[in-house]
C-alpha cells in the first residue's frame, strides 16, 4: 500500500521567513496531494492540494510542488505569521478514492 | 450548513470494554470516513462508507467495525478495548463531487481506555 513519509516533524521559523516542508510517496498511482492544517485542539482542515496533472500550485502566502518523477511533494509557506503555527499533514491518494494515506505532520512554531 | 458532527467528545473506558461513536456528516454528503490520530503516528485511516457499503478499509484488526445508515450517518465500534486503543478518532464527509477530494473532519472523539 501508500506510505507517505514527511520531514520534519518539528520545525522553528522566525516570524516572515519561509518555512517548507517535505513528503515522498511510495505509490507511484497516486494522483491527489492534499496537505491539511490542524491547530492545538482543532479539526484537521484542507489548506491547499495538487493533482498529478499539475507541477506548482499557489494561494497567496502558501504554494505547493510536486514532483512525479521524484514522488515528492513540498509546502512552502512564505512570510511566516504567528497564526501559521500548527501542525501541518501531507496525504496522498488517488483521486475518487477517499482514503487517504497521511504522513506524519510537521509541528511548524513561528517565533515572533 | 452544519460541519461534522461527533458524539460523544470525550469518553473514558477500561481495557475489555466496547465503545461506539457517531458520527453525522455534512449534509448531502455521502461519504464518510474514519481515522485514528495518536502522537506520532499521524492519521491513519479505518474505513469509508458510501451509501451503507464499505469501499475501503484500513489495515486495524477486526475489533475495529463500522456501519453507514440510509441518511449516511455512521457509527463505528471498537471491542475488547486495548490501552492502545486509546487515541482521537476522527470521522470525515465528502461530497464526492467530480474531482475534489477534500475531506471535512469533525472535532473528534477523544477515547481514553485505562
Known amino acids: 500500500g501508500e506510505n507517505v513519509e514527511q520531514h520534519p516533524s518539528t520545525l522553528s521559523v522566525q516570524e516572515g521567513d519561509s518555512a517548507v516542508i517535505k513528503c515522498t510517496y511510495s505509490?507511484?498511482?497516486?494522483?491527489?496531494f492534499p496537505w491539511y492544517k490542524q491547530e492545538l485542539g482543532k479539526r484537521p482542515q484542507l489548506i491547499i492540494d495538487?493533482?498529478?496533472?499539475?507541477g506548482e500550485k499557489k494561494d497567496q502566502r502558501i504554494a505547493v510542488t510536486l514532483n512525479k518523477t521524484a514522488k515528492h511533494f513540498s509546502l512552502h509557506i512564505t512570510e511566516t505569521q504567528p497564526e501559521d503555527s500548527a501542525v501541518y499533514f501531507c496525504?496522498?491518494?488517488?483521486?475518487?478514492?477517499?482514503?487517504?494515506?497521511f504522513g506524519t505532520g510537521t509541528r511548524l512554531t513561528i517565533i515572533p | 450548513k452544519a460541519g461534522v458532527t461527533q458524539t460523544p467528545r470525550y469518553l473514558i473506558k477500561t481495557r475489555g470494554q466496547q465503545v461506539t461513536l457517531s458520527c453525522s456528516p455534512i449534509s448531502g454528503h455521502r461519504s464518510v470516513s474514519w481515522y485514528q490520530q495518536t502522537p506520532g503516528q499521524g492519521l491513519q485511516f479505518l474505513f469509508e462508507y458510501f451509501s451503507e457499503t464499505q469501499r475501503n478499509k484500513g489495515n486495524f484488526p477486526g475489533r475495529f467495525s463500522g456501519r453507514q445508515f440510509s441518511n449516511s450517518r455512521s457509527e463505528m465500534n471498537v471491542s475488547t478495548l486495548e490501552l492502545g486503543d486509546s487515541a482521537l478518532y476522527l470521522c470525515?464527509?465528502?461530497?464526492?463531487?467530480?474531482?475534489?477530494?477534500?475531506?471535512?473532519f469533525g472535532e473528534g472523539s477523544r477515547l481514553t481506555v485505562l
Open positions: 505509490d507511484s498511482a497516486s494522483n491527489y
Open positions: 496525504a496522498a491518494s488517488i483521486s475518487g478514492n477517499e482514503k487517504l494515506t
Open positions: 470525515a464527509s465528502s461530497s464526492q463531487a467530480v474531482n475534489t477530494g477534500e475531506l471535512f
Open positions: 495538487i493533482r498529478s496533472n499539475v
